[in-house]
């Protein structure tokens, strides 16, 4: 894996008209990761971004203007994003459909919150409010109307164990579309803990959102895989809450939160014909491969003992000392 670290690279900045040349220039002098069998991926401000998605991501940092009723779902990939795309839709549009007739019935989560960096650069400004939108970029590089606006973050992380083992298996099946060799999960594992994974390192990714959740409580909402698995119940009550459509007490007898729970349930969800068959992201993802097990605790069925201690110990040197800790099984 050949790549050279630098220094932070800052948003680039240019008229319009020399705007297309000068995020080639940028792009091109980013340092480069180069695995055998995946895309390139180019190091921009201190976070692996996929070269496909790169000129998108620039272009959400120069162009987008949040709105304040705005909220935007950010992850980790492979952390329960899709779950949480499922989740809020439905909680914030449970007043316009119930489980008989909501969009997640023909629609894959990721067609009814789209991800920005996986789009050339749309005008959002005639999409229905509150609008729903969905990044894996890092806090810090964020549009900065996002951070200063009144609009709200979601964010959702996972524990790292099964987060790479999940990584893995989605590895796997792109490259398998893409005609391309397997990456072993060796190789996957190595990759992961010198955090050369999209979006990584993992460890900055979570710490981010973690220290602006505890400084701004009612701007990110910080999320665990593990809460969710265990009491989807409070979680959706919290996330109602946050969102300012607390559940009523009608709402609460009526069993609308058991409804939602159940709509969006991996099971649900991986049986709905439209999430069987067809693809999703520029066709490299198999809609199914993005239900798999679905289990706290699967990684112990994949890593051998040392690399338990390795992932453990990157945990309690670059996690655990700022307060965030996982449960794991
Ligand atoms: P596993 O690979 O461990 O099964 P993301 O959506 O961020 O890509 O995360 C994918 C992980 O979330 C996968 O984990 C997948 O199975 C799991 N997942 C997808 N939909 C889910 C749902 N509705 N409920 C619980 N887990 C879900």
């Not at 055998?36 to 692996?48: D, G, T």
């Not at 996986?118 to 400004?125: F, G, N, T, V």
Request: aromatic fraction near 10%.
């Amino acid at each position: 894996m050949a790549h050279q670290q630098l220094p932070s690279q800052s948003a680039i900045v240019g008229t319009e008209e020399n705007e297309q040349e000068a995020i080639d220039e940028l792009i091109a002098s980013l340092p480069i990761s180069e695995g055998l069998v995946r895309p390139v991926h180019h190091l921009y401000q201190n976070f692996w971004c996929p070269i496909t998605m790169l000129p998108n991501v620039i272009a959400f940092q120069r162009h987008f203007k949040a709105k304040d009723k705005d909220i935007v779902l950010i992850s980790h990939p492979k952390s329960g994003t899709t779950w949480l795309k499922a989740l809020l839709f439905s909680v914030v549009n449970r007043s316009r459909f119930d489980i008989s007739n909501t969009p997640l019935l023909t629609s894959n989560p990721h067609e009814v919150i789209p991800f920005i960096e996986h789009k050339p650069w749309l005008d959002l400004d005639g999409l229905a409010e509150p609008r729903l939108l969905a990044t894996h970029i890092p806090y810090l590089s964020l549009p900065e109307s996002i951070k200063w606006s009144n609009c709200q973050i979601i964010y959702i992380c996972r524990n790292p164990l099964d987060t790479m083992v999940s990584s893995w298996y989605f590895l796997v099946e792109a490259t398998r579309l893409m005609d391309k060799p397997v990456w072993s999960l060796e190789e996957h594992f190595e990759t992961f803990c010198q955090g050369e994974i999209l979006f990584g390192p993992f460890w900055e990714h979570m710490l981010g959102y973690w220290k602006e959740s505890l400084e701004r409580p009612s701007k990110v909402l910080f999320l665990k895989y593990e809460d969710l698995k265990e009491d989807i119940g409070g979680q959706l009550k919290k996330l109602a809450e946050f969102v300012g459509l607390p559940f009523t007490e009608e709402e609460e007898e009526g069993g609308v939160i058991e409804e939602i729970a159940k709509m969006c349930s991996l099971k649900t969800l991986k049986d709905l014909e439209v999430n069987r068959s067809g693809k999703l992201f520029g066709r490299t993802i198999e809609k199914r491969s993005l239900f798999r097990k679905g289990e706290v605790g699967d990684w112990a069925n994949h890593l051998t003992p040392v690399m338990v201690d390795r992932l453990n110990s990157i945990m309690q040197e670059k996690i655990n000392p700022f307060g965030l800790q996982f449960k794991t099984r």
